[in-house]
Each structure stands twice: as C-alpha cells, then as structure tokens.
C-alpha cells in the first residue's frame, strides 16, 4: 500500500508541494487559533510558533547536512499538538463556521500524519 506512495517522494516537485501544503495545514490551525481567541491570545502565539518551528525543523531534518533523523519525533509531536492547541481555542469561543474548518483541518492532518511516517521513515 505504501509502496507507491513512498516511490512519488523521489520525484522533488511532489515533496515540495506536500510538504507546502502541510505546511499550509499548520498556518491554518494558526489562524483558527487566532480567529477564535484573537491574534494577541498565548494560544496563537503557541500555535504560530510551533508552527514556524515545524517548517524549520523538516528543513533542517531533510538536509542531508542537517539534523539527524531523530529530530522528526519532535515534528511529529508537534503534528499533533497544534490540533489540540486548535481545538481548544474552538471549544473556548465555539462557533459552526469554526468547528467546521477544525474538522476539515483535522481531516487534513491524518492524511499528512501518514506523509509524515513515510518521509521520515518512522512507520512500521
């Protein structure tokens, strides 16, 4: 099953607009963050932060020069600390229209969970 999937990631253009989509998924928990709780909350700061810190630390991981491969525990943990950062704030000022993004947003980050393993070669 993962065969094809984890043959795609030789091609760089693909790795490239994965992991800018991800990436894209991150900036997004951010600002459901913020438009719950406001831009200057401690949550969107967290949430922006950890954020920024993901793209840096898969920069730095994917480098061949870079951090070595034990440094994708760390982004992985933060693939799933910016949900629940977001869903908190969502659940401290609910709203339809907030709910429905988080789960979308959710959806999302199953999906790039599974890029995750496959890029890091942390899966069974």
């Not at 491969?69 to 933060?78: E, G, K, Q, R």
């Not at 959710?106 to 070669?121: C, D, E, I």
């Amino acid at each position: 099953m993962f065969e094809w999937f984890s043959k795609q990631f030789t091609n760089p253009e693909i790795v490239a607009l994965v992991l800018g989509a991800r990436f894209l998924s991150y900036f997004l928990y951010a600002a459901l963050t913020a438009a719950a709780v406001g831009v200057r909350s401690r949550l969107t700061a967290l949430s922006l932060g950890l954020s920024v810190l993901s793209v840096v630390l898969t920069v730095l991981t994917l480098h061949p020069s870079g951090l070595p491969n034990s440094a994708s525990y760390i982004d992985i943990l933060i693939h799933f600390i910016l949900p629940v950062v977001a869903g908190y704030a969502v659940y401290a000022q609910p709203s339809n229209r907030r709910w429905i993004g988080f789960s979308l947003l959710l959806v999302s980050t199953f999906f790039f969970l599974t890029v995750l393993l496959v890029l890091y070669g942390e899966g069974p």
